[in-house]
Nanobody
Framework: QMQLVESGGGLVQAGGSLRLSCAAS????????MAWFRQPPGKEREFVAAISVGSTTYYTESVKGRFTISRDNAKNMVYLQMNSAKPEDTAVYYCASRRIIVATSAREYDSWGQGTQVTVSS
């Protein structure tokens, strides 16, 4: 398992941009799939994006073309660039990791950060 710490959340106006960061511990970061999930108020946690060990990216349909996930293996960092933000993007965003195989279900991930709040105002 890894220790994950998110940062970069905050308040942004609709149409604006925000970049979330996730710092990961461990010497084998490059063998982990990294993902972002979010939990809107009163709803269940949902998949947002994932990046494989080979840097192939995956997105939920609602964020395609607006969000970009990336990783920097030299720094043990993963990022989520959020552009053209919408009020429905408002949620607590979580960074998560699992070994090797990409998954979109939260229960498949075994390490989680504490979450960072993103609020998009209309």
């Amino acid at each position: 398992q890894m220790q994950l710490v998110e940062s970069g959340g905050g308040l942004v106006q609709a149409g604006g941009s925000l970049r979330l960061s996730c710092a990961a511990s461990g010497r084998t970061f490059n063998t982990y799939v990294m993902a972002w999930f979010r939990q809107p108020p009163g709803k269940e946690r949902e998949f947002v994006a994932a990046i494989s060990v080979g840097s192939t990216t995956y997105y939920t349909e609602s964020v395609k073309g607006r969000f970009t996930i990336s990783r920097d293996n030299a720094k043990n960092m993963v990022y989520l660039q959020m552009n053209s933000a919408k009020p429905e993007d408002t949620a607590v965003y979580y960074c998560a990791s699992r070994r090797i195989i990409v998954a979109t279900s939260a229960r498949e991930y075994d390490s989680w950060g504490q979450g960072t709040q993103v609020t998009v105002s209309s």
